[in-house]
């Protein structure tokens, strides 16, 4: 794969426009995020202006928690026109294993316009496997086994034809071909809310410079790393401080001394 230093310098130099359509609970914390990697943050999601600004982009992440009507059709008219300009886009699946509203809407969007990356956690990933699978809330079943979400997620890809991304302990990234697994990370990432938003928008940030399957290995490998520097004992508010100080100083060094990918 491409190396992730190309990938995170590239952005830094080419400070790329990054569309976000996304939920109000984790607004600040993805544009914060995709500022630190040096790309600029866009949060437009009038429908009057969604396909304005998706022209101009770099890529486009579209997160479907918390979801309005008015969000609905501004991100099918977003991933309606990335499709039309050839321009790159995440799509986040966030509750779409708790809601059938949302489960339905996501394989509505993905048979309009196939985003690069489909991002969701174990469960969510499952759900649009599977019709026959639902879980309780917007956090991952913990019965859901590494081997067996990541078998669910390659053969996803390969029936899709684009990348899946199930977030988790350790993140599973497959193009249906390639498989990796990304063993970075920390639990202390589960006690603030809106940091697997932050992952979707640091995929979008790292797609403006790169193809989907290295754009998620890199954000999973750069957000778990920055996770793990980011610890503390004082609680979750000094955390969420600490992780994007971590993200707008971390290292190439540090990256390559404390990635762990696996590839299979």
């Known amino acids: 794969m491409q190396q992730i230093s190309d990938i995170t310098n590239s952005v830094k130099q080419n400070a790329p426009l990054i569309h976000c359509i996304t939920n109000p609970i984790s607004i600040n914390q993805c544009a914060n995020a995709i500022l630190c990697t040096g790309a600029r943050p866009m949060m437009a999601e009038h429908p009057e202006e969604a396909a304005v600004i998706t022209k101009t982009a770099g890529a486009v992440m579209l997160n479907m928690g918390n979801i309005t009507d008015v969000r609905k059709q501004s991100m099918l008219i977003s991933a309606q026109t990335a499709k039309e300009n050839n321009i790159k886009f995440v799509l986040d699946v966030c509750g779409a294993a708790c809601l059938p509203t949302r489960r339905k809407y996501a394989l509505s969007l993905i048979s309009t316009a196939l985003p690069t990356i489909i991002k969701g ?144």
């Open 121 to 264: 956690n174990y469960s969510e990933i499952t759900a649009l496997a599977r019709e026959d699978y639902s879980s309780s809330g917007v956090d991952a079943d913990t019965a859901l086994s590494l081997e067996t979400v990541t078998q669910t997620a390659k053969a996803l890809a390969q029936k899709l034809g684009t990348v899946i991304l199930a977030s988790g302990g350790t993140d599973i990234i497959t193009d249906g071909e390639n498989t990796a697994l990304v063993h970075n990370g920390t639990k202390q990432l589960g006690t603030v809310t809106g940091t697997g938003c932050m992952q979707g928008a640091l995929c979008a940030a790292f797609l403006s410079a790169a193809n989907g399957f290295d754009a998620a290995v890199s954000a999973c490998a750069v957000f778990g790393i920055c996770g793990q520097l980011a610890q503390t004992d004082k609680g979750a508010g000094s955390f969420m401080t600490n992780l994007l100080d971590a993200l707008s100083t971390v290292t190439g060094e540090q990256i390559t001394a404390l990635s762990k990918i696996q590839t299979l």
